[in-house]
């Protein structure tokens, strides 16, 4: 038992360079060493002390978070005055800075101007507590609603598939059968749990089984995914992007994408295709999923859809082009998040486009499918990847647009690549390349391409100055707030509060966070699992 | 509610100056009695005649001796006059003998006299100023003119051994005690602890502070997990100064801390200590530990580990030994109205249903009086109300529907989630019937809603009221004042954040305890305050009505759990003896006994009648949080910091299980109505159901194991776990079964 911790508490003391600057701030200048020693091990102790009673009053407050109020309280037990002025519950508004070797906690007070304050119109009160009721659970077994986290949290949907090997191990045991026993999987007797323990180690352990409400929302989910009606479709896809309970329905889900993709492709059914990608961008979106276990249906789909030669009955009216870039970004999304050094995703990818892409005889609206998906995997792809063949793919391009005419579509599938190209090596070469942009120089880099490179790249170039000007003016804008709200899989609070504190640090108001959180984002103080798009992410 | 505070008042009176036989058993308890005299004055009479008589043990003898002459120094003969009338102590032999006691530092009860009165931080400011009587004593107590006597208590210390050596004893004994048999090292292990702790203080107090140090740093990493905290109170005392006022110091130097050894084991231990010469050690055995010797197999590892963890090691055998009468009392006969009964059950189904509830009821009442129930007057009792008597119908109809929970058939649980509470909601309770709940607030504030269709509303007021004929049939409807009626009120009076909170089972009142020291009492016919109880004077942790009414019970950190009474403005009974802060208290359901928790990691069952402490339970190894009794009154559940839900049987004073599952610590903890599931809530966001019966009934009560003590839990946390239901990041801090077994849970929501 006798375990090894070493006790560094022991040592911890205040430095004395802290008592000599608060004395001097009490106006007692000169104080010896000695004293100094001898009151930063007497204050160290207090607080110590003052410390371990005010975790008294966090652990009776039902918190495990400890607030000034809580150090107040311990004050006041040991009959010593409060400290007025720190009242904020939430974070304590200590800033820290370093530099210059020295190291320093400071109150940060920024002058504001009065008539500022004066003229914001009056904030909302904060909520009233209220209370609301919920099954936890109903006879045993926890219903998928809303206010109940979900049935099998992330992580655990991620150690399931990445790590099978684990799930089976004595600690986790348990947790299965337990899990089992609730999803109503059989019922649970005394005699039979041993047996039932054995059954799980050996069959997977998600149930396959729907229940009827299950299966009933499947069906209206499904129908709305692909029916007629675009806002009983918007809402339907918001649900599958938000709603906590999904983990059972996935692998239906993800058979009903890649079948519908499979048939709609054969048919040429454009717009349902663009359904089935929306769908599938709704999955990914949704913070409860981890889908890592359905990619092999869901990546042949959505890759379908980017390099398939023929999407739509009239290739030469319809625009496919956009849902080829829509996958190749929902394409580029799951290699961000699920490709590791066991699956090689991107890789796996990469080959795959840059085989067809090289191959002359692909058609010009797989080329652009295979250029896309390359070019949303970022500016390194580019740069290693499509930049080297620029001047390949420009005689090619040439070939359509100045020779003879062959088909219709053939030029337009070439006008298209030819703006994607463009479109992103611009921005790369404009990062790479040092200036000024010689036109000369271009065609001899980049062949064909070259002179309409150059002017894209100058665009690029004035356009970046523009914007790191309007940078500087406000820290994040729009599109940066929603690409930050789409990318990282947090908690809808932890990002708000996040980015709420960003704007508020520059609008000078750092310590009425809380406040406006309470306020202008009451979704996010009441209910976790709002959708990223609801109205309360305001900014 | 008049009528029944009428009757009660005297007896109670008259039971207070009921005089105590002296139990040999209770030392350490006594020992806190002086304390409590010596410091509230105002209570001093009743309390001091619980004292035992002259010609008790000697030990018994110098506490009282000390706290004369505590008292005379304070000043207070006419205290000094009655004790001593009382105790039947000649005047001549005060002086000299009360010092003299106190300087030997034998009696530990001497000591806490004395380092109470001591320091102005320490326990005396806490206590003195509650009554108007006392307030002569803090101000001079307070001056410091008793500091010598605090240096008396510590110079129990003051020993000339060279501080080099300490490393050397200690790293000797430890050497000796890890070659020693296999059978003994785990108890032989048990003095480390006390051994370490009291060898730091001593080098602490005489200087040394290097050696104390390098002591520390050297050995600290040795010691159990389970005393991490105390460890971190310790490491941060390096001075002689810091010695003076702190808390945790004073306790491990008043209070013995005990162990339980084999007598084998001990023998072995004395053996090689007195061959060894090695006096430092033996000195701190025979000074500042109580080893209760036992004959017979030593303990293995685990057995110790479970029972050990609190601040002064495990509760002596005699503690756990008195008589408990933890049977029911029996329900008063009351006519169920049969007609009603059928008009309620018409369908078929009910008929099967009607009968056997009433076979159960009529077979209990039948019965005749459990052997182990007190009797019916034992404490007395409100009488039931015709109010009082509608609810106990409402109540067993309410029965007959009750769904018979148990392993295959879990109960439903539905969540209260508070949002909207910005980390602010402290406590939470609901009725028995389920129809209100209730919730603390750190703001102060106390909130009460209505869970029913059925909105609160206020009585009218005394101008209203005459206008109403008194004579109508439903004259209780119409003092109802309709123009109030909201599903919430919100009582304001407090001025600290409400910890405990606690409906009255008649459902009038609604008390609550808070950090500002004061207990509550609210009208829920009025929604005001009609009675602020004062004696705690620090944050008063937890609050619980009997589950008969009328009483009261209040725990805090004044370490002195206090019975109320809810027409008395002072307390009825002192309950003292904890190491630390009172953090839970709980009535058991026949009102004669209540149950303690506190941070110094036991819990204590005191006897309502006498005030005695009858049960010390050891083996938390953190803060207890939550207690619940078992319906039957026979065991107890205790949930702490540590996640750990241990099960106690009462009646023989054991620990009969525990249940590992949690991760954080458990505020709250309910057995079903008819006891089979027990539910824990947690800080983890988790609400665990326990198979309750299966842990009670494999149980090995044999006569050896309740003779001993020793038992031996089985791990089957895994078995009896019956289902985890997690939260939306919601704190569990309330459960409640309904009549009907559904159970109810509270938390607030914490984005």
């Known amino acids: 038992m006798a375990e090894e911790r070493r006790q560094k508490q022991c040592s911890v003391v205040l430095p004395t360079e802290s008592m000599k600057a608060m004395a001097e701030s009490v106006g007692v200048g000169q104080l010896q060493e000695e004293s100094c020693v001898a009151l930063s091990e007497e204050v160290s102790y207090r607080i110590k002390e003052i410390a371990q009673d005010a975790l008294k009053f966090m652990h009776h407050g039902k918190r495990r978070k400890l607030t000034t109020s809580d150090i107040d309280n311990a004050l006041k037990l040991k009959n010593v005055e409060p400290l007025y002025g720190f009242q904020s519950q939430e974070f304590i508004p200590f800033r820290f800075a370093s530099g210059g070797g020295r190291e320093l906690h400071f109150y940060e007070e920024k002058e504001v101007d009065l008539s500022d304050i004066i003229n914001t119109p009056l904030p909302r009160v904060p909520l009233d507590v209220s209370l609301k009721a919920h099954w936890l659970s109903i006879e045993g077994v926890q219903p998928s609603i809303p206010e109940n986290p979900p049935p099998a949290p992330k992580e655990q949907q991620k150690a399931e598939s990445t790590e099978p090997l684990k799930v089976v191990k004595p600690g986790q045991e348990e947790e299965g059968t337990i899990q089992g026993k609730s999803q109503g999987a059989t019922a649970p007797d005394g005699k039979g749990q041993y047996l039932e323990k054995g059954l799980i180690r050996l069959k997977p352990r998600s149930t396959h089984e729907l229940s009827v409400e299950q299966q009933l929302y499947y069906k209206e989910i499904t129908e709305a995914c692909v029916g007629s009606c675009e806002a009983k479709r918007a809402e339907a896809l918001q649900s599958i992007a938000t709603d906590p309970g999904l983990y059972q329905m996935l692998p239906r889900f993800s058979t009903f994408i890649s079948e519908g993709v499979r048939v709609n492709v054969v048919q040429n059914n454009l717009a349902l295709l663009i359904y089935l990608m929306r769908m599938v961008k709704a999955l990914m979106d949704n913070p409860t999923l981890y889908l890592e276990k359905y990619l092999h249906e869901l990546i042949p789909a959505v890759v379908t859809c980017i390099v398939s030669k023929q999407l739509c009955l009239r290739p030469d009216v319809d625009n496919h082009w956009a849902l080829r870039d829509f996958a190749a970004r929902l394409m580029a999304q799951s290699c961000k998040t699920f490709s590791t050094t066991t699956n090689n995703i991107q890789s796996r990818i990469t080959k795959t486009f840059t085989k067809s892409w090289l191959d002359d005889k692909t058609q010009w609206t797989t080329r652009y499918g295979c250029i896309a998906g390359l070019a949303e995997l970022g500016p390194d792809v580019i740069k290693t990847l499509i930049l080297p063949r620029l001047a390949v793919e420009g005689a090619r391009i040439k070939a359509v647009m100045e020779g003879p005419v062959v088909s219709n579509i053939d030029k337009i599938g070439a006008d298209h690549v030819q703006s994607l190209l463009l479109k992103h090596c611009a921005s790369v070469i404009a990062k790479i390349r040092p200036q000024p942009d010689n036109v000369e120089q271009y065609r001899t880099d980049y062949g064909y391409l070259g002179p309409m490179l150059c002017s894209h790249v100058m665009k690029a170039r004035t356009q970046a100055a523009l914007q790191a000007q309007q940078v500087n003016r406000t820290t994040l804008t729009i599109t940066q707030v929603h690409l930050i709200l789409r990318k990282i899989y947090l908690d809808k609070s932890v990002v708000v509060r996040k980015l709420c504190n960003e704007l508020f640090s520059y609008h000078c108001s750092t310590s009425s966070l809380q406040y406006h959180l309470n306020v202008k984002h009451v979704a996010v103080s009441t209910r976790a699992n709002v959708g990223y798009d609801s109205p309360g992410t305001g900014k | 509610m008049a009528a029944v505070q009428s009757g009660m008042g005297e007896g109670v009176e008259e039971k207070d100056i009921k005089t105590e036989p002296a139990s040999d058993g209770f030392g350490n308890n006594n020992a806190n009695d002086g304390r409590l005299v010596s410091t509230s004055p105002g209570s001093n009479a009743p309390a001091a005649s619980n004292k035992p008589v002259a010609g008790g043990p000697p030990e018994d003898q110098q506490t009282l001796l000390a706290v004369l002459q505590f008292l005379r120094k304070n000043k207070l003969t006419e205290s000094v006059e009655i004790l001593r009338r009382e105790a039947g102590l000649p005047e001549d032999d005060l002086d000299p003998n ?555 004073g054991l620990m009969v299980g525990e249940l590992k599952g949690h991760t954080d610590t458990i505020y709250s903890l309910r057995f079903s109505r008819d006891g089979e599931i027990l539910a824990s809530g947690s800080m983890d966001n988790t609400v665990r159901l326990w198979d309750a019966m299966k842990a009670f009934d494999d149980l090995e009560t044999d006569d050896f194991t309740a003779a001993t003590g020793h038992i031996h839990l089985q791990d089957n946390s895994q078995e009896l776990l019956l289902g985890t239901y997690l939260t939306k990041s919601t704190p569990v801090i309330h459960l409640h079964f309904t009549r009907r077994n559904l159970l109810l849970a509270a938390g607030a929501y914490n984005p």
């Open chain 2, 98 to 652: 009360g010092a003299d006691s106190s300087g030997a530092g034998t009696g530990g009860a001497a000591g806490s006299v004395d380092s109470d009165a001591g320091d102005a931080s320490s326990l005396l400011t806490r206590v003195t100023v509650s009554s108007s009587a006392a307030a002569q004593a803090p101000t001079k107590a307070a001056a410091g003119e008793d500091q010598p006597d605090v240096s008396v208590v510590l110079s129990a210390y003051s020993q000339q051994g060279d501080p080099a050596l300490y490393e050397v004893y200690y790293s000797s004994l430890k050497r000796f005690i890890e070659t020693v048999l296999d059978c003994h090292r785990a108890e032989l292990s048990q003095v480390f602890y006390p051994l370490f702790v009291h060898m730091y203080l001593e080098l602490v107090y005489n200087n040394h502070e290097n050696e104390a140090k390098a002591f520390f740093e050297k050995f600290s990493g040795d010691q159990e997990c389970y005393y991490e905290d105390d460890l971190r109170v310790l490491s941060s005392l390096t001075k002689k100064e810091h010695m003076r006022g702190n808390e945790t110091l004073l306790d491990f130097r008043t209070s013995k801390f005990v162990l339980r050894i084999s007598r084998d084991s001990y023998q072995l231990l004395k053996r090689h200590l007195q061959e060894r010469q090695n006096n430092q050690i033996w000195n701190i055995i025979q000074e500042h530990l109580y080893i209760d010797i036992f004959d017979g197999m030593p303990r293995s590892k685990s057995q110790i580990d479970a029972m050990s963890g609190s601040l002064a090691g495990e509760a002596k055998r005699e503690a756990n030994k008195a008589k408990v009468y933890y049977g029911l009392l029996k329900e008063p006969e009351i006519e169920l109205p049969l007609d009603d009964e059928d008009e309620e059950a018409e369908n078929e189904e009910g008929k099967p249903k009607k009968k056997k509830p009433k076979k159960d009821s009529m077979g209990s009442k039948s019965k005749k009086q459990d052997p182990n129930a007190p009797s019916q007057s034992r404490i007395p009792l409100p009488e039931l109300k015709d109010s009082d008597k509608l609810d106990k119908i409402m109540y067993m109809k309410e029965a007959t529907k009750r769904i018979r929970l148990g392993p295959d058939n879990l109960p439903s649980i539905c969540f209260y989630s508070f949002l909207n509470a910005y980390q602010g909601l402290t406590a939470v309770d609901f009725t028995d019937d389920s129809s209100l709940i209730a919730g603390g607030f750190a703001d102060s504030t106390v909130r009460v809603w209505s869970v029913t269709p059925k909105k609160l509303r206020k009585v009218k007021s005394a101008a209203d009221l005459n206008l109403i004929d008194k004579e109508s049939d439903d004259v209780l409807e119409r003092i109802m004042d309709e123009k109030t009626a909201s599903e919430s009120k919100i009582l304001y009076g407090h001025s600290g954040p409400v910890y405990g909170i606690s409906f009255s089972p008649d459902r009038n009142y609604l008390l609550s305890s808070s950090e500002d020291g004061t207990v509550r009492l609210w009208s829920l016919q009025t929604f005001t305050c009609l009675v602020g109880y004062k004696g705690h004077n620090y944050p008063v942790w937890d609050t619980h009505f009997s589950p008969h009414g009328y009483y009261f019970v209040s725990g805090g950190h004044d370490r002195v759990a206090r019975l109320w009474a809810t027409d008395h403005y002072q307390p009825l009974r002192m309950f003292s003896g904890h190491l630390a802060d009172i953090t839970c208290t709980r009535f058991h359901p026949n009102s004669n006994y209540l149950a303690t928790g506190s941070s110094d990691r036991t819990i204590r069952l005191w006897d309502v009648l006498n005030g005695n402490c009858v049960r010390i339970f050891t083996g938390h190894k953190g803060p207890i949080h939550a207690l619940a009794f078992s319906p039957n009154g026979k065991f107890l559940a205790s949930g702490a910091t540590d996640g750990r839900v241990l099960l106690w049987d009462i009646g023989h």
